[in-house]
């Protein structure tokens, strides 16, 4: 299995406070990705890593922000959480790109986030 | 826009039986296509992948899956279903990891 971690694996909170859930990975890949899981809809992309301080939005960025100041680390912020980021998030990465007919992408075990 | 279409939320088949997981693409261009298994409390493990060539593919685990341009279909298929198998499965489709999409997965339980 790729060194993927991700933290809290658990989290409730309440609506208007801030959340950051991390991910930490000892593969030393140079990508890295954040997507949530809601049911009926499969896996959405919320934002993505291309290097340290390298991010991009993907389909589903309103409300999140991201930062990557180590390889190793990918975190992933709601400035104020609301209900409809109730969610299963999960990390996942990719060692060179994100060709995925050349490269593999490894996933996490996801963080299950509640916002009451 | 490309999208993924999962038509069976939920199947049940019996240990040992064949299994078929139906998946179905829209793409604009020859797609790439992917099949993910998702066991419960666990991240999603890449199964197979087919972006060129023979349209039979080979995975892991004892699944294949077979690319039809002409029904813009990629089933999952396993002759032979086992306990450990019960799982969820994703089809995906998009040549990169930024513009790929989910389908919304099919929950596969087997019966003793």
């Known amino acids: 299995d790729a060194g993927i971690t991700q933290s809290p694996r658990h989290k409730v909170t309440e609506t208007g406070t801030p959340v950051t859930l991390r991910c930490h990975q000892t593969e030393n890949h140079r990508y890295m990705y954040w997507y949530r899981q809601d049911p009926g809809h499969g896996l959405r992309l919320i934002h993505y890593?291309?290097?340290?301080?390298?991010?991009d939005k993907g389909e589903v960025s309103d409300g999140y922000s991201v930062s990557r100041s180590k390889t190793e680390d990918f975190l992933l912020t709601l400035e104020s959480a609301t209900s409809s980021q109730t969610s299963v998030y999960f990390c996942?990465?990719?060692?060179?790109?994100?060709?995925?007919?050349?490269?593999?992408?490894?996933f996490g075990p996801g963080t299950r986030l509640t916002v009451l | 826009a490309q999208s993924v279409t999962q038509p069976d939320i939920h199947i049940t088949v019996s240990e040992g039986a064949s299994l078929e997981l139906r998946c179905n693409y829209s793409y604009g261009a020859t797609p790439y296509l992917f099949w993910y298994v998702q066991s419960p409390g666990q991240g999603l493990q890449l199964l197979l992948k087919y972006f060129s060539g023979d349209t039979l593919v080979q995975g892991i685990k004892g699944f294949e899956a077979e690319f039809k341009r002409s029904q813009s279909s990629f089933n999952l298929r396993k002759p032979s279903v086992h306990w450990s198998d019960a799982a969820e499965y994703f089809c995906?489709?998009?040549?990169?990891?930024?513009?790929?999409?989910f389908g919304a997965g099919t929950r596969l339980t087997v019966k003793p």
């Open positions: 996942a990465i990719s060692e060179r790109g994100v060709n995925l007919a050349t490269d593999t992408q490894y």
């Open positions: 890593s291309y290097g340290v301080k390298d991010t």
């Open positions: 995906a489709v998009g040549a990169r990891a930024n513009d790929m999409r």
